[in-house]
């Protein structure tokens, strides 16, 4: 890598030229078919005219069984028994709890990023060794709301990882080298995040959308991570894991009786805990609409974002904001990214995302745009959120052709893949979805009409009083983004708080 790195660090824009004249300039090969002789080959076939396509196959989720074990953990397995390979995921709610707010912004994240460092009769070096001999991988983590510990291995060697499994999930060591280690390159992350305008932009738009003071709009930062101190990571970890609130999905080759003795094994005398989360607060929708403008000097790109606090999921409408979503934002043939990549080509790409979960979530529009073409962007983001409630509705084209094919038509490759439905069962625990949620998915989705996209659309859309977040050259976009007169312009830092 010294190597590599010395012969980087003396290239030169002469020397990369001469490189490139010499391996890319043999001209190009260009094949050209033609059809020639009778297209009409075979019995039965007709060349003359463009194939129809077949029916679809219908998708079905792969069947699962459930089980509790003894402490209470709940237990969802999906077979597979194509490959000798299991795959299994521990989550444990450990987030929001009634006292957050005392807690240093950062803790729960570098407690289960810590986990696997190493336990009580293991360093980290030789849970490393130990996992890659068997071709086996465990990986922990954690986020403000769920903390994981996820497994792979192979059939043959499933006890032996199961044993490494359970060591870490219950056995941390939490040693001070360790803790300063994985501390100091989660510091160095985050500052690094600093200089990332969509990271940026997108701790702006949670601070904004949220408050300073709810769960949402409290993000770590390299002074609150640096804060904290190796007995905060041990009273995290005392506090929040256990099997209180916990669930394992599993996927792969075996079964339930078979994997059952294992798991009350593995976790046997794994103690309780007394946590308890706190429920998230609905924001209030703004009165009007307001511009957040972080200025990144010599930025080439301005990242925009348009955000509102949406409320809680509502199972039943699930299909009707997701063929919204698609058809608005979140496809590549949406009108967002079709209007500012495609028509425009402001943008490699423009979307929408809608988190929705028994929680609050929020719906979010993102577009990268170059800076010369800031304002223009976000007249026609206005444009687009006005037009899809107003003069044009969404249309039947859009809702079958966009949404519903992409939905619909993507869920029998979907489920091939163990991990997407390891992700589905997961929704399905998290959320308490019915049993027959993924296998009743296409038809509710297929009985998504034109009328529902009107009304959804305005349920998503009910005004215009959206948070707006720009970070590019404050230099070069202030001035256009003033004229468009969207709302008042704050001028924040990169941690949403009023700057000059």
């Keep these: 890598w010294k190597e590599s790195l010395k012969r980087t660090e003396a290239a030169t824009a002469p020397a990369v030229a001469a490189a490139a004249r010499k391996w890319l300039s043999d001209g190009d090969y260009t ?42 953990v709940k237990v969802y397995l999906a077979e597979r028994h194509d490959t000798p390979v299991v795959s299994m995921l ?13 807690l240093k912004p950062g803790v729960q994240g570098l407690t289960g990023n810590l986990l696997d460092e190493g336990t009580t009769s293991r360093t980290g070096l030789q849970i490393a060794d ?25 059939t043959p060697t499933l006890d032996d990882t199961m044993a490494i499994w359970a060591d870490i999930v219950r056995n941390p060591s939490f040693t001070d080298a360790d803790f300063k280690r994985v501390q100091a390159q ?33 993000y770590a930062t390299p002074e609150s991570v640096a804060s904290i101190t190796r007995q905060d990571v041990v009273d995290f970890y005392k506090t929040w894991y256990g099997p209180t609130n916990a669930r ?29 989360t706190i429920t998230i607060p609905q924001a209030n929708r703004p009165a009007k609409p307001v511009v957040y403008l972080v200025d990144r000097p010599g930025s080439v790109q301005s990242v925009i974002l348009v955000g509102e606090a949406t409320p809680p ?51 979010i529009l993102q577009a990268p745009v170059q800076t010369d073409a800031t304002k223009n962007a976000m007249a026609e983001i206005r444009k687009e959120l006005t037009d899809i409630v107003g003069k044009r509705p969404a249309t039947a084209k859009e809702l079958d052709e966009n949404a519903k094919a992409t939905a619909i038509m993507g869920l029998a490759s979907r489920w091939e893949a163990g991990a997407s439905v390891q992700g589905a069962l997961y929704d399905m625990a998290l959320e308490n979805l019915p049993d027959d949620y993924w296998n009743t998915y296409a038809d509710k989705y297929r009985a998504v009409t034109v009328a529902d996209m009107a009304a959804t659309a305005k349920q998503v859309i009910p005004d215009q009083n959206f948070v707006w977040v720009v970070v590019g050259d404050r230099a070069k976009i202030e001035k256009g983004v003033r004229e468009l007169n969207i709302g008042e312009v704050r001028i924040v830092d990169a941690n949403g708080n009023p700057a000059q």
């Design 31 to 72: 094949l050209t078919v033609k059809p020639f002789g009778d297209l009409k080959t075979g019995p039965g076939v007709d060349r003359s005219k463009v194939p129809v396509p077949g029916s679809v196959a219908e998708a079905k989720f792969p069947e699962f069984k459930k089980a509790t074990l003894s402490n209470g």
């Design 90 to 102: 521990l989550s444990m709610d450990t987030g929001y709890g009634a006292d957050y707010a005392k």
């Design 130 to 154: 130990q996992l890659d001999r068997m071709g086996s991988s465990v990986v922990s983590g954690g986020g403000s709301q769920y903390s994981t510990v996820s497994m792979e291995a192979l």
């Design 186 to 218: 989660t510091v160095q992350g985050l500052r690094q995040a600093d200089r990332d305008p969509n990271a940026i932009a997108n701790r702006v738009m949670g601070k904004a959308l949220w408050g300073k003071d709810h769960p949402y709009g409290i």
């Design 248 to 276: 394992i999905i599993i996927v792969g080759d075996t079964t339930l009786a078979a994997i059952t003795p294992k798991l009350e094994a593995a976790l046997k005398g794994w103690g309780q805990v007394n946590a308890k």
């Design 313 to 363: 999921r509502v199972v039943a409408e699930d299909q009707k904001m997701s063929a919204f979503n698609s058809l608005f934002g979140g496809a590549f043939t949406s009108r967002i990214n079709m209007n500012l990549r495609e028509q425009h080509g402001w943008s490699y790409g423009a979307r929408t995302s809608m988190s929705r979960s028994h929680n609050p979530g929020q719906f």
